[in-house]
């Protein structure tokens, strides 16, 4: 069974840093990849997600994420964070013909100060 | 806009009651979750129907149960509840694999177990 690990449990930045927030999987096969946000009060909602092709996948809000097969990663980027991102970010794995069952890290808390 | 609804934000139960959490969807989607969100936890995935009246169990079955008569709708039952059951709990819908594997998220339903 696959599994999904986010080192990073609370991260507090300021405005305008860098965010790099990380995911590993654990799964020998082909995997589609999410990273889910939950905004305070919000619906979980997808930021961005990786099926195949370009290794680099561009999401809402300036986020990207980069698939490194390698490395069984799939990291969170953003270069430059606003108080608004504010938020819990969660990545997922998928594997072929789990009908799109997910399997979800214990999430990241962000926090953004001004 | 995708729409799942989820029929109480609050509920407030006592153990050993029987509790009903409903979850509709506007999009015709045949996959249906329930999962639970608990800190430090991520979401943890209870049980998953791809068509009505299939189900799946999914990590954490134990001590619940589920209804797809509809294929809008996908209830969570709790047979008898105890208070480890006290928790967020979100459901989410998603087409067929094929068309993509994004799943839609309700608002969820927060449940204290006294």
């Known amino acids: 069974a696959q599994s999904v690990s986010q080192h990073n449990h609370h991260v507090i930045l300021s405005e305008a840093a860098s965010l790099e927030l990380g995911c590993n999987y654990s799964?020998?096969?082909?995997?589609?990849l999410f990273w889910y946000v939950q905004y305070p009060g919000q619906h979980l909602q997808l930021l961005l997600k990786y099926f195949s092709g370009d290794p680099l996948v561009k999401g809402i809000k300036g986020f990207e994420a980069e698939f490194i097969k390698s490395k069984f990663s799939f990291n969170l980027r953003k270069p430059s964070v606003q108080w608004s991102d504010t938020a819990e970010y969660f990545c997922a794995v998928s594997t072929t013909g789990t009908a799109s069952k997910l399997t979800f890290g214990t999430g990241t808390r962000l926090q953004v100060t001004l | 806009d995708v729409k799942v609804t989820q029929s109480s934000r609050y509920l407030v139960k006592r153990t050993g009651e029987k509790v009903f959490l409903e979850c509709v969807q506007d999009m015709d989607h045949e996959n249906m979750f329930w999962y639970r969100q608990d800190p430090g936890l991520g979401l943890r995935l209870i049980y998953f129907?791809?068509?009505?009246?299939?189900?799946e169990k999914g990590d954490i079955p134990e001590g619940y149960s589920v209804s797809r008569e509809k294929k809008e709708r996908f209830s969570l039952i709790l047979e008898s509840a105890s208070t480890n059951q006290t928790s967020m709990y979100l459901c989410?819908?998603?087409?067929?694999?094929?068309?993509?594997?994004?799943?839609?998220f309700g608002p969820g339903t927060r449940l204290l177990v006294l």
């Open positions: 989410a819908s998603s087409p067929p694999t094929w068309m993509g594997e994004t799943q839609y």
């Open positions: 129907s791809y068509d009505v009246k299939m189900k």
């Open positions: 799964y020998g096969g082909t995997v589609n």
